[in-house]
């Protein structure tokens, strides 16, 4: 039998859904026999194509409404989330840090991009820093020295553009947009329809 | 013990997230020991708050997204479904006929938005009309000249105005929009938060 497909994940690390959906977007690919593929991008970027804003940016009393949401879907999740002080923010260090790693080792890749997101949406600790992103990779004992000189490198500043523009291609407009089987589902509380999708209902 | 105070639900009769929504509420709500208030309202004027446009008038790839997604979601939900030929449409006669309906009767004025609803978006009948409308009720036995006279006193026409007002002043921005004592969701997607917060789970 030929092995299933990994889900394929996109977010944008200063994406609220995005850090809801990537504390569980591993466990719910486990529950169908499959793995992940992490793939951050950058909103600013997609958004371009659709005229959208970010939530925050949109009229009363929807801005509001997102940022009450964001608080109250963190204690139903059981997620710590505090809004950061500086949001939204630019994603391109930590982005770049993350497919340099990715393309070293996946898990690794992974861990880092949780240590990242935790830091901004738990810690408020502002990630759009190269040297903040860099510190949080030593914590997973990558050199930073190392990180900082790949990140500010023209071939992963160009890796990052060149996955924007394919999953700009593939249809994602927001974050975060989960794959399965080709299949894209928008948003975190779209996890169930995932779910559902990975056991065939619904095809 | 005072009484569970019951679900309200806000919706305009030409929203599919609203129409899902519509098939499950009451479910929703008696496994919370919970009644539900239904109220109809018009997306246009609520839109006017925030600018927001309808699903269907959004930039690709958004609105090709929406389409598909109601497909796969009628079939997720097992509730039939089907892009009516004309979409979306005006709903005051729709909206009218339910508020006098209610005044006399709040169950048949909920049997009323479900067959409403079941034309539009599984018959693909144009409700718009308050001819329509009135065979509809006339379905259930209400006196279709009664109907017909009732949706155009100004009166009636008066009353879906205020309840408009109401729902934006009460924060409504989109269709569906389900309140739990006083604590709003929007989106038909969830539905498992307002399920959690029946039980005071993220207070």
Redesign the interface.
Known sequence: MAEKAPLEFYFDFSSPYGYFAAAKIDDLAAGGDRGVIWRPILLGVVFQ???AVPLTH?????AS?FKHDWE??G??MDVPFKLPSRFPIPTQAAARAFYWLDDKNPELARLFAKAAFHAFFAEDIDISNPETVADIAAGLHVKKEELLAAIADPKIKQRLKDENEAAIEK?V?GSPFIFVDG??F??C??M??VK??MKG???
Chains 1, 2 share one sequence.
């Open positions: 194509t659709t005229g949109m009229a009363e009393p929807k409404y109250r879907l204690r139903q249809g407009f299949e894209g928008w948003g509380d779209r169930w329809m559902k999708w209902i619904g095809w």
